[in-house]
């Protein structure tokens, strides 16, 4: 059974510090990988994917790398602003359907808090 | 502005109550999913839907029950038979292209007064 974790449970950084969440599970078949951020009370919304073919994806001063083999993935925020303060939360997709619904396994996610 | 929508954002039961939870869609996907979050922890799959008049248990279906007569609603079901309902519900739902995202309602929050 695919089981999805993410180590710090809490991180609390300065303003400014470029910083590493991650995000690991323990069956490397798997089709892809979702980085999403919650903030308090709301739905997630979804930052990156990865396909399984992949190595890295980046938007804006985000950046996420998969390594299946060894059961990896990390999401780099370059430049952390106090707004960057929310949960994020991974999520890997195990397999591809053909009628296309995915059932994603998540982690517990890392709530990140950014100090001005 | 294509999106999903739930409704209602807060939501009261008594106890031995059913109450149903609204989701809809209008971004012309045809998979649909209902989670359960609780606090401090991640998401558990209660029911999904491929297409029109099917629907699948996720790993946690007792207790719920959903319907799927529209390719835009997507009807969660929380009856008395779930004995530990207080939690926030999130809807989602994904498309057929390669990319397969996940995109997500804003949640409904749950609680058993």
């Known amino acids: 059974k695919q089981e999805v974790t993410q180590i710090p449970a809490a991180l609390s950084v300065p303003e400014g510090e470029n910083l590493v969440l991650n995000c690991s599970f323990t069956?490397?078949?798997?089709?892809?990988l979702q980085w999403f951020r919650q903030d308090p009370g709301k739905g997630l919304t979804s930052l990156l994917l990865i396909q399984s073919s992949q190595r890295e994806q980046t938007s804006g001063r985000l950046n996420a790398s998969l390594d299946k083999s060894s059961g990896r993935s990390t999401l780099y925020i370059a430049a952390s602003q106090p707004g960057d303060s929310a949960t994020y939360l991974c999520a890997v997709n195990p397999h591809l359907s053909i009628q296309g619904a995915q059932k994603l396994v998540f982690g517990q996610g890392t709530r990140l808090t950014i100090n001005p | 502005d294509g999106g999903i929508t739930q409704s209602p954002k807060y939501l009261f039961r008594k106890e031995g109550q059913n109450v149903t939870l609204s989701c809809e869609q209008n971004?012309?996907?045809?998979?649909m999913y209902w989670y359960r979050q609780d606090p401090g922890q991640g998401l558990r799959l209660i029911y999904y839907?491929?297409?029109?008049?099917?629907?699948q248990k996720g790993d946690i279906a007792e207790g719920y029950s959903v319907s799927r007569e529209k390719k835009e609603s997507f009807p969660l079901t929380v009856t008395s038979a779930q004995k530990n309902p207080t939690a926030f519900y999130l809807c989602?739902?994904?498309?057929?292209?390669?990319?397969?995202?996940?995109?997500f309602g804003p949640g409904t929050r749950l609680t058993v007064l």
């Open positions: 989602a739902s994904s498309g057929r292209a390669l990319r397969n995202e996940q995109f």
């Open positions: 069956d490397s078949a798997i089709y892809n």
């Open positions: 839907s491929q297409i029109v008049n099917d629907f």
């Open positions: 971004l012309n996907h045809d998979a």
